[in-house]
């Protein structure tokens, strides 16, 4: 039997924008044992050696491969049951959120710059789900959440 071990914090997105603003954030996990997760196998160039998990691409229109990520992320988080979680979507992270819940994580989600009109679905399927809720546009902050603090970009 592997014992789990227990990382600070989980990040994890989809691979494109979702990527780009998580790693906006990277300063903030200084110091901290951080896993870094994403679609998109060429980003782990972006985080420190033996710390990042390629995960499959998935979307509601790809329903086996969202079984098949669902799967990599729960033996992720089983391995490394993180206290917090980080996401700036999409599925990725509200499965990592939703899962995380089972091991006693902690979840952030900001929801992406790109869409200014209204939150993504993720967005909006996570919200009963995140400790903190942010989205990067004004307009969409609501006051019993999400909340507004700035935008990434």
């Not at 914090?9 to 996990?29: M, T």
């Not at 998935?58 to 049951?81: F, H």
Request: net charge positive.
């Amino acid at each position: 039997m592997v014992l789990a071990t227990r990382c600070d914090v989980l990040a994890i997105s989809s691979s494109g924008g979702h990527w780009a603003e998580l790693s906006r954030l990277f300063v903030a996990f200084d110091g901290l044992d951080v896993q870094f997760a994403c679609t998109d196998a060429g980003r782990i160039a972006d985080v420190p050696p033996g710390r990042f998990h390629v995960l499959m691409d998935a979307n509601k229109r790809t329903p086996w491969r969202l079984v098949i990520c669902t799967l990599e992320i729960a033996r992720l988080i089983a391995t490394v049951r993180p206290r917090v979680i980080v996401s700036t979507g999409a599925a990725p992270g509200l499965i990592a959120i939703l899962l995380g819940r089972l091991v006693g994580a902690k979840a952030v989600w900001v929801d992406i710059f790109g869409l200014v009109e209204r939150m993504t679905l993720s967005g909006r399927l996570v919200k009963p789900f995140a400790d903190v809720h942010l989205v990067q546009w004004p307009h969409l902050a609501k006051p019993d959440g999400p909340h507004y603090r700035g935008s990434l970009l």
